[in-house]
């Protein structure tokens, strides 16, 4: 019996040694999807005080292979944004604690893809936090819900 316990937890190393060839990976698009935005020049704006909410982060192969995201992290500004209590990811973050100016939305984590190794990527997105709606550029949309698209390139 040990025999098969010990068959099973080697299984797993032995298909992620199987599929480590770089090649096999195809790019992804990410799209991540925010609330209590606007958006100028692919950048968001927020209004201090307010509440930024995650409505969705997704990828997509662009040759249509199954991929996901693992051990997701947001940063803004290099400070971790600790997850929605009962969930490994956030679903939003106040804006309370941080003043008016330019930050780096971050986010990192792994990427799953069927017949390839598992990736690491790092992530930015900027994110400029004004005093008051008055502040935010001249003809911006009003503030709502946004998303941005990058590519992710193992080259």
């Known amino acids: 019996m040990k025999k098969f316990y010990y068959l099973f937890l080697a299984l797993p190393f032995a298909l992620l040694m199987s599929c480590n060839d770089d090649k096999n990976f195809s790019p992804v698009d990410m799209t991540l999807t925010l609330s ?14 307010d509440i930024v909410t995650v409505n969705n982060l997704s990828v997509k192969a662009v040759d249509g292979k199954n991929t996901a995201l693992n051990n997701i992290v947001f940063l803004l500004g290099n400070v971790p944004l600790p997850p ?3 969930s490994t990811i956030i679903s939003g ?5 941080f003043p008016a100016g330019v930050y780096s939305l971050g986010i ?8 390839s190794p598992v990736k690491t990527f790092a992530v ?5 936090i004004v005093e008051s ?9 009003e ?3 946004y998303s941005v698209t990058i590519r ?3 080259k």
């Open 108 to 115: 990192t984590g792994t990427l799953l893809q069927v017949d």
């Open 124 to 128: 930015s997105y900027p994110l400029v």
């Open 93 to 97: 973050f106040s804006t309370e604690d």
């Open 84 to 86: 929605t209590p009962g």
């Open 36 to 49: 209590g935005v606007t958006m100028v020049d692919n950048t968001f704006y927020t209004v201090a005080d």
């Open 152 to 154: 992710i390139d193992s």
């Open 143 to 145: 503030l709502g819900t």
């Open 133 to 141: 709606q008055d502040d935010l550029p001249d003809g911006a949309p």
